[in-house]
């Protein structure tokens, strides 16, 4: 159904929803509003599409599937798609998208506002951008049109990537027409894109290098005054970062690598700008203000995103599409074919009112004719070098009408200085090699062709060579040198070394030797390479474990060392350690073994029977049962007749035992009832002695006067 609305929408309520507030820009395909959602009461975009979209069903039809299957797409970094209208419904409301409204406005209206991004900045926007690709390419869908006016700031400066499905949609459209029309914004068309081949998710990654560049320098490269200039020019060579990007243009050349196989794909663009942000200072905050957008009246699409051009009553035309030597491979209508194609934005080719009426009125031509018309363009090549040397010949008489002038000199200067330079002039200047060079820092111009002073015709290319800088130094492996040959080593290749060496604890290097270096890889000459050196291994002191339970050890020493729990009798609680090796508060190597001693509790052990052994025989018998020995009572060479502590008894080791060689100074045994002390006295029975099994407390006794023969434990 064909809307009844006016182009500026601005106090309408679509869908009896979303109150449009303000317009805050304005596409190829759409008018962008802010408008409050007044269901949920948040602030969000409404995209509205033009009328030449909105009456075409088979569009509208694509358009609303892409929205649909792109709503549950949800990432930091892409735009949330909240609603999506067909514009099916009785009040004539046009086809519309809802999302997220971000405040902060667009990279294109930063780089309008004259702003410039360092390369800390650009290096952000790039890793916010390249993430949201990966995460869109890892799910097959690939945007086709990246450009700084689809990259939107947040409060947050967090870049969100818009127009997922409505790109999608455009480059369906394009294909179901088959016009042959790249779809994208020309400036930012990878060469795939301009040459019409298949795609894939490396385009837009080409694509954002190509924005890099222009956020930080101001310009695109590869950009001519027509489409076919620019298409050439994108087949021709890969990307060369200018010496304003410093560290990012490395990334940037391996983004924008003319061959898609060779070009990083979005995971590995995500992976080599983290790698580089960490190098790089902390960006500065951008200066956004999204807010004036809403107060502009003039807002035009600066890069107008490229699709099938539409004629009257939204009826679709051919446009021309040239191939690399600027001729037409496919041809305008017979009634246009003698009529000029006019640019109706940014490198957008369309025909003029008259050819589309006319194209419109002879309707389609069949297969057969659009193919004959196809063949007659395909000249064969000597046929072209005649029309060349022809060319050539009626190009120097009328040359000699066009105003010369002294070239003047561009060794030194940016590509983008030359051009400035030679603008009034009406040079181009076309870079055609770049080379390393010693003496001239990479992205300046080396050499020109022609030579500084001769005479070159207005609109002649002024052909230049870039100094690429000094050839890069790859820094060599360093790993286990010694602080001075590792010196010596980069000195010999012009790198210069850091003054005081990191110096790390290593389990692993020797001490004094080289455990790494920043930078790596290859560096320019004169690079400042910083060495960390090993100290050796660290050392720690042992920490205070006595007292501790043994299960607290492994907590307290942590991964420090390594515990060896040796289990033995002590005086200590069964269960807790008593002592350590090395002791406590002693410094070794972190790692080192310590054994930990946990108690087992005290030590008991049986009172053997000795009794009618010798005092030599009795006493070997008990230290080997863990008791010293004490006095012996009574004559030496005499069988025992007892012991104290009584045999057959549980007693601690190492305690003392007495020897008893007589029954006279048998003493008392508490417990025990004196006739029984008295019967052993007076038969000196080993049998009565083994009834004693009281232990009991030792009771000094007087000793008798005969002689008594003593023996020391």
């Known amino acids: 159904m064909a809307s009844v609305f006016t182009e500026n929408l601005v106090g309408h309520v679509l869908d009896q929803r979303y109150a449009l507030l303000d317009l805050v820009g304005v596409g190829g395909s759409a008018r962008v509003y802010r408008a409050e959602d007044r269901r949920l009461r948040r602030m969000v975009a409404v995209k509205v599409l033009h009328a030449s979209f909105a009456d075409d069903d088979g569009f509208v039809r694509r358009f609303r599937q892409e929205a649909e299957a792109l709503a549950p797409l949800s990432h930091p970094n892409i735009v949330t798609v909240f609603d999506v209208n067909d514009g099916e ?149 890969s990307i060369e970062a200018p010496f304003e990007l410093g560290p990012l243009g490395a990334v940037v050349e391996a983004a924008g690598t003319l061959d898609p196989s060779k070009r990083l794909d979005a995971a590995a663009l995500v992976q080599a700008l983290e790698e580089l942000a960490k190098t790089l200072p902390k960006a500065e905050p951008l200066s956004l203000d999204g807010s004036r957008l809403a107060k502009r009246t003039d807002l035009v699409d600066q890069d107008p995103t490229r699709h099938a051009a539409l004629g009257a009553s939204g009826t679709k035309v051919k446009v021309t599409r040239l191939d690399a030597t600027g001729l037409p491979t496919v041809p305008l209508p017979d009634s246009a074919a003698n009529k000029t194609a006019k640019q109706t934005g940014i490198f957008d080719l369309a025909l003029d009112e008259d050819d589309q009426a006319s194209a419109a009125a002879s309707g389609p031509k069949s297969l057969a004719s659009e193919a004959k018309s196809r063949a007659r363009w395909k000249i064969p090549v000597a046929v072209l070098s005649v029309l060349a040397v022809v060319a050539a010949g009626a190009g120097f008489a009328w040359s000699r009408r066009i105003p010369t002038h002294a070239v003047p000199e561009l060794a030194g200067k940016t590509i983008a200085d030359a051009r400035e330079a030679v603008q009034p002039l009406r040079f181009e200047v076309n870079q055609t090699d770049a080379v390393f060079n010693e003496d001239v820092p990479k992205g300046r111009i080396l050499e020109q062709v022609p030579a500084v002073g001769e005479k070159l015709a207005e609109k002649n290319a002024i052909e230049v060579t870039i100094s690429n800088g000094p050839k890069p130094i790859p820094v060599p492996d360093l790993t286990g040198l010694s602080v001075d040959t590792a010196t010596g080593t980069l000195r010999a290749l012009r790198l210069r070394v850091g003054a005081f060496p990191i110096v790390e604890s290593s389990t692993v290097v020797e001490e004094g030797k080289v455990i790494r270096w920043t930078p790596t890889g290859e560096v320019a000459p004169g690079t400042e390479i910083r060495l960390v050196v090993s100290g050796g291994l660290p050392t720690l002191p042992v920490p205070k474990l006595a007292g501790l339970a043994e299960a607290d050890v492994a907590a307290t020493v942590g991964s420090d060392f390594v515990v060896k729990i040796v289990k033995s009798a002590s005086d200590s609680p069964k269960g807790t350690v008593y002592g350590s090796d090395p002791k406590a508060g002693a410094v070794v190597d972190r790692g080192s073994e310590i054994k930990v001693y946990v108690s087992t509790g005290p030590a008991f052990a049986i009172v053997p029977n000795v009794i009618g052994l010798l005092p030599g025989e009795a006493s070997a018998k008990l230290r080997a049962a863990g008791f010293r020995i004490g006095n012996t009572i009574g004559p030496a060479d005499q069988p025992l007749l007892h012991t104290r502590p009584l045999r057959n008894t549980r007693q601690r080791r190492n305690s003392v035992v007495t020897l008893y060689t007589t029954s006279e100074n048998v003493p008392e045994v508490p417990g025990v009832p004196e006739t029984q002390t008295s019967a052993l006295r007076a038969t000196s029975s080993p049998d009565d002695a083994d009834a004693q099994t009281s232990p009991g407390p030792s009771t000094t006794m007087a000793v008798s006067n005969k002689p008594s023969t003593t023996k020391a434990p």
Do not use: C, M
């Not at 049109?145 to 939107?152: G, R, S, T, V, Y």
């Not at 301009?194 to 894939?200: Q, S, T, V």
């Open 89 to 237: 419904n009785a009040t004539g409301e046009p086809p519309f998208l809802v999302t997220e409204y971000l405040g902060g406005g667009t990279l294109r209206e930063l780089l309008d506002n004259g702003h410039r991004l360092s390369p800390s900045q650009a290096t952000r926007i790039g890793l916010d951008a390249a993430r949201g690709l990966a995460f869109a390419h890892a799910r097959d869908l690939v945007h086709r049109d990246i450009k700084p006016a689809n990259l939107i700031f947040g409060d947050d400066q967090r870049v969100r990537i818009a127009d997922f499905g409505l790109a999608r949609a455009l480059a369906d459209f394009g294909r179901t027409e088959h016009n042959g029309t790249p779809v994208g914004s020309a400036r930012y068309l990878s060469p795939e894109q301009a040459d019409n081949r298949p795609i894939d998710g490396r385009s837009d990654v080409y694509s954002l290098a190509l924005v890099l560049i222009e956020a930080v320098t101001g310009s695109v490269p590869f950009t001519a005054d027509t489409l076919a200039g620019t298409t050439v020019a994108r087949l021709k060579h």
